[in-house]
């Protein structure tokens, strides 16, 4: 069976509201998908009818070429994670990951390795209730690791982890798609995103807007901009000026450069003599070209923001 | 800054591999077993099951004891019905019943872990069933405890209470064959209460509106029965309304003045089981989870 | 360094008082807007009113017809109205007279010696049979004695003075009052002498053991009383009825009764037309009147008279002789199970997703929380009950009037009370669920405890499960004891009847019992603060 998550045309409507207006993607093995976009995109109906649990009215969602609802051992093709406080509270963490795991004619051993992978160690034998949003968190990475699933789905895995956790499930799914494994994560924090995904699908308004690496986009949207940290501002401006570049002024000490490679900024410095402290290539982050991409898809603004968006898509 | 995951993955080899993953031929029977394992550790894992299946003992016999111990039969043919007296507390015990069916589906509903569940086990009519298969068993096995301890307090007490052969009634005994079809018919009644409310949770979803519905259902009827004086609509509610109908099954003597038989009784019960079970599987599998 | 004096951010939202009145907003604003518990609230109304016209609409009556059921007849031609009393309530009205006609003032006197009776405990009557077979005994309220009615009709008003079966002498009058006299019974070694005096449209009774020293017993009015009137001896005797419930059947082993009064030293003082005694059957129309035919009789000898009657001058038991009101209100049990759930939600919701951290952050003083909460949840479920009753009452009585039945006169007073009872009614259940989702926290548990505490005791007690001892005490001590607030049946000492709450009777007095359900909701409220206070939400 292939690793992959194919998207094609899906539609959904929950009465006047659009909520997937063609949804189409495919989700690549071996790399960190990241699932963008902003709130009531569509992101969280896309994955619940990826597993089957909404039916879309038009369109296709595969695992592996196969519909969710005919997969045999549904989790050890695809493990997901859509939301952390969905268990009973009066059920200890483990039992909750032993009925997953007889769901699926997998042992208890199970169960102890994917505590163990998921760090949760000693308190896995306490009441689900009694997690923080963190543990909760862990504890369904850990179901979605139960049957050690080629394709992963993790639905805002960071909400509500501490930083030591974040750089976890960061370098978590990291290895995860180095073993060959399809991971697709949601999220609207860019910031977590950056250093964990390869990939990211960005959606607006039940649609993609972008589907492409994460070097291609912060590379677009940095352009070739360079910044060069000096003190001797002036000729530094009319050294490059005079190589054809054009030079802005960004700081007491910094210029941006365009028009030039950092190598040949180098190169024309050097032979005008005046000297610098730091040249680097100037990098967008993944922030700004979200925001770039999204600018038109954002549907509800800060003014309308506060009636749950997300709710809206449920 | 992004070094270093805490932990590692290891190559990730489960251990415990199921033994007929392709086997396709026995995959519906794996499947159902495996459903089923899975919901049982799921109801066993929950504490309120324990105390909700000792409560449907604990009541139904506190009820039928206290029933047994406060009729008397001052004379011979006193028109009293012991066997259905015996069991009197099966009016309790069905709504405890109800409470375990109803949150077997509306306790997943209500915090989301439905999701979870048909997420592991796409097949929604197999978890159902799963569901059904098991709460009527915990059902049948809290009511067989319940319905044995009702006779047996009903024979210790209630020929000290006139129900004596001089007034025309026998012991009561578990061999005597209509004291048994009433015996066994209550524990039936039990279970099949359990998957009508079942289905009624499926349909329905939150516990709250389902549990007043399965009591609305059953407790009305009675009450309805009885400002009704047109004689065709009074003996159609006895024979058609869950409660009345099914607790013919009860009845040990004067059967001929029964509104429907003890069986059919029980079989209109059934009926309204499977009919609120099979919409209940229906809308489950149609409607977004 | 610039030192700048940082101004303490102040609001400009407008913020009213920290009152009780903005808790009461924002619970009212909660209930409202939950979409769910609209279309609840609702429906119990609508469930009350259809209810309520099920129950009309099936109470058709049929009569007649052969044993083919051919010629049988339905509706309203076979309302059978009972005869009205003065104050236009449903009486008995049967028994022997042996009377003359009394114009003006006057008194009647005798001296009863001795009450007998026979009674058949095999139910039907065999007209054949005569008084064949029936065993020697008196009822307890099996009635000799003297009499002043208005006139031979049934329903006229009247005042007597009589010995009884087994509760001595006692005045009656106009059907529903009953003055104690002396105890005991008429023997001919202890003879009773009563006395009616006749003044106006007033009489006055008199009991004595001598004939010589009289002592009063009561003052009755006649209303309307014309000045003739008829003047005599009567005796009449109540069905003898034993009714034994069993579970699911109630059923009642019973028959006619005769009751046979032996009067002497009889004196008629006024103005009398004739002096001859007349002997009419009032009532007779009945089969037991057949019965009646071949058994009651005047014997005179020596001046004494024997009398033989049956039948009952009282008022008349609910069932078997119309419809209490009532039974259009059948319907408040499932608008009251659909109240339940949703005022059991409009607390344990809170707790499903940690809501009620927010509403006690937002008004910490958790008492008042819940006080808030009970009074918008109480406020809106009498609304609901109010107007569910208010259409439920007439509605499902006017249907059943038009499908033949005869509602059992209640004077509007009662009618209201019926109504505002189903609405506090709502009301307190209402709250009694709020109260005891606060404890669980739970909506099945809460739901099925509230409904089990209301509706089951009530089952068990009204629909023929239980015998009427146990029931009741189901119905004076259980939360169903406050169905009573739904009853406008009265039950009388001197009527022997079935008064169960099988038949629509509880043992308690509606407001009394109603009190009842207070007290557990009352109870459950304050445990509810308690546990609100002591525990972490």
């Known amino acids: 069976m292939e690793a992959t998550i194919e998207v094609s045309g899906l539609r959904k409507r929950f009465g006047p509201t659009t909520a997937l207006d063609g949804m189409s993607f495919t989700v690549e093995p071996g790399q960190v998908t990241g699932f963008v976009g902003p709130n009531g995109a569509g992101k969280s109906t896309t994955m619940r009818v990826i597993l089957g649990l909404d039916a879309a009215d038009e369109g296709t969602a595969l695992i592996g070429g196969r519909p969710y609802r005919d997969l045999r051992h549904p989790l050890s093709h695809v493990g997901s994670l859509l939301d952390a406080a969905a268990l009973q509270p009066s059920r200890t963490a483990r039992n909750h990951l032993l009925w997953l795991a007889h769901s699926q004619g997998l042992s208890a051993r199970r169960v102890d390795e994917v505590v163990e992978q998921a760090g949760l160690g000693t308190v896995i034998r306490r009441k689900a209730g009694g997690y923080s949003l963190g543990m909760r968190q862990r504890l369904g990475i850990a179901a979605a690791l139960l049957g050690d699933p080629p394709v992963l789905m993790l639905d805002e895995p960071f909400n509500g982890m501490d930083p030591e956790g974040i750089v976890w499930v960061r370098g978590f799914l990291r290895s995860l798609a180095a073993q060959g494994r399809a991971v697709l994560v949601s999220s609207h924090l860019m910031s977590e995103l950056e250093d964990a995904a390869d990939h990211l699908v960005v959606v607006g308004r039940g649609k993609v807007i972008a589907d492409a690496g994460v070097a291609d986009l912060i590379a677009a949207a940095s352009g070739d901009r360079v910044t060069v940290r000096t003190t001797a501002r002036t000729p530094a401006m009319t050294a490059l000026a005079n190589a054809g570049a054009t030079v802005a002024v960004t700081g007491p000490d910094t210029l941006t450069v365009s028009g030039l490679a950092a190598q040949d900024v180098v190169t024309h410095l050097n032979s005008s003599a005046v000297p610098f402290s730091e040249i680097s290539a100037h990098r967008a982050t993944l922030e700004e070209a979200y925001m770039e991409l999204t600018r038109e898809a954002v549907e509800f603004r800060a003014a309308t923001v506060g009636e749950g968006a997300e709710e809206v898509s449920r | 800054m992004s070094q270093a995951p805490s932990v590692e993955p290891r190559a990730l080899t489960t251990s415990t591999r199921r033994a007929d993953l392709d086997r396709e031929p026995c995959a519906g029977r794996t499947r159902w077993r495996e459903t089923l394992h899975a919901e049982w550790t799921k109801l066993r894992t929950l504490p309120g099951t324990i105390w909700l299946v000792l409560a449907i003992t604990v009541l139904t016999l506190a009820v039928s004891a206290a029933a047994s111990s406060s009729v008397t039969c001052p004379t011979v043919d006193c028109n009293q019905d012991p066997g259905k007296i015996s069991l009197a507390g099966v009016e309790l015990g069905q709504a405890v019943a109800a409470i375990l069916a109803v949150l077997a589906v509306s306790g997943e509903y209500s915090t989301g872990m439905i999701r979870v569940t048909f997420t592991a086990m796409p097949r929604r009519t197999t978890v159902l069933a799963a569901k059904a298969a098991l709460v009527s068993g915990f059902t049948l096995i809290a009511g067989s405890v319940a319905v044995l301890g009702s006779v047996l307090v009903a024979r210790l007490v209630m020929p000290g209470h006139g129900f004596t052969a001089a007034h025309g009634y026998r012991l009561l005994s578990p061999t005597d064959g209509a004291v048994l079809r009433a015996a066994a018919g209550s524990v039936l009644y039990l279970a099949l209460i359990a998957l009508l409310s079942l289905g009624i949770a499926a349909l329905v979803r939150d516990s709250a509106v389902a549990i007043g519905l399965v009591l609305g259902l059953l407790y009305l009827s009675p009450i309805i029965a009885g400002v009704v004086t047109d004689p065709h609509w009074h003996s159609r509610i006895e024979r058609y309304a869950p409660m009345s109908a099914g607790l013919a099954i009860q009845a040990t003597r004067n059967l001929a003045a029964l509104p429907i038989g003890p069986w059919e009784g029980l079989g209109v019960l059934a009926a309204w089981a499977a009919a609120a079970l099979l919409t209940g599987g229906a809308v489950l599998r149609l409607r977004d989870a | 360094m610039s030192t700048t004096t940082v101004t303490p951010y102040r609001s400009a939202v407008h913020v009213g008082r920290d009152g009780f009145a903005q808790l009461l907003r924002a619970e009212w604003t909660k209930v409202r807007t939950v979409r769910g518990w609209s279309i609840g609230l609702v429906l119990a109304a609508l469930l009350t009113v259809l209810f309520g016209v099920l129950a009309a609409v099936g109470g058709q009556i049929s009569c007649g017809g ?440 509880f043992p308690l007095s509606p407001w009394a019992g109603f009190a009842v359900l207070c007290a557990y909701a009352a109870l459950a409220l304050g445990l509810a603060v308690y546990q609100l206070r002591r525990r972490d939400a």
Not at chain 3, 151 to 172: D, F, H, K, L
Not at chain 3, 447 to 455: D, E, F, G, R
């Open chain 3, 66 to 505: 052969g044993p083919d059921g051919s010629g049988s007849k339905s509706g309203a031609a076979c309302r059978q109205v009972p005869p009205l009393g003065p104050d236009g309530e449903a009486v008995s009205d049967s028994f022997y007279f042996a009377h003359q006609t009394l114009a003006g003032d006057g008194s009647i006197t005798a001296r009863v010696t001795s009450l007998t009776g026979l009674y058949s405990t095999h139910g039907g009557i065999e007209v054949d049979a005569g008084t064949a077979g029936m065993t020697p005994g008196t009822q307890p309220w099996s009635k000799a004695g003297i009499i002043v009615k208005e006139n031979t009709t049934q329903g006229s008003p009247y005042a007597a003075m009589m010995t009884t079966g087994s509760n001595g002498v006692r005045m009656q009058y106009n059907y529903t009052r009953d003055i104690a006299g002396e105890p005991g019974m008429a023997s001919a070694a202890s003879p009773q002498w009563l006395r009616l005096t006749r003044s106006g449209d007033t009489v006055t009774g008199y009991d004595s053991v001598d004939g010589v020293h009289w002592t009063e017993v009561g003052t009755a009015v006649l209303p309307g009383a014309s000045s003739t009137v008829q003047v005599g001896m009567f005796a009449a005797a109540p069905n003898y009825t034993v009714t034994s419930q069993g579970f699911g059947t109630a059923s009642a082993v019973g028959g006619p009764t005769l009751t046979t009064g032996t009067f002497d030293d009889v004196s008629l003082q006024g103005a009398s037309a004739a002096g001859t005694w007349t002997g009419t059957a009032i009532g007779s129309d009945s089969p037991r009147g057949q019965l009646l035919a071949q058994a009651e009789q005047v014997q005179q000898s020596d001046g004494a008279f024997s009398l033989t009657g049956t039948g009952d001058i009282a008022p008349a038991s609910g069932q078997g002789s119309g419809r209490p009101v009532e039974q259009s209100l059948v319907g408040a049990f499932a608008g009251l199970i659909a109240i339940i759930v949703v005022a059991a939600m409009f607390v344990t919701a809170e707790y499903r997703r940690g809501l009620i951290r927010l509403t006690l952050a937002a008004s910490p003083r958790r008492g008042r929380v819940l006080a808030a909460k009970v009074v918008v949840i109480g406020v809106v479920a009498f609304v609901v009950g109010l107007v569910a009753a208010a259409v439920a009452l007439p509605l499902g009585d006017h249907l059943a009037y038009n499908h033949g039945s005869y509602l059992l006169p209640v004077s509007s007073l009662t009618k209201a009370r019926l109504i505002v009872g189903t609405a506090a009614l709502f009301a307190v259940v209402a709250v009694l669920a709020v109260a005891v989702g606060t404890l669980l926290r739970r909506s099945a548990a809460t739901v099925t405890l509230v409904i089990v505490a209301i509706v089951l005791p009530y089952i068990l007690a009204v629909a023929s499960v239980l015998p009427s001892g146990v029931a009741e005490w189901l119905t004076r001590l259980t939360p169903a004891a406050a169905f009573a607030i739904q009853q406008s049946l009265v039950a009388y000492p001197q009527v022997t009847a079935n008064y169960t709450p099988a038949n629509g009777y």
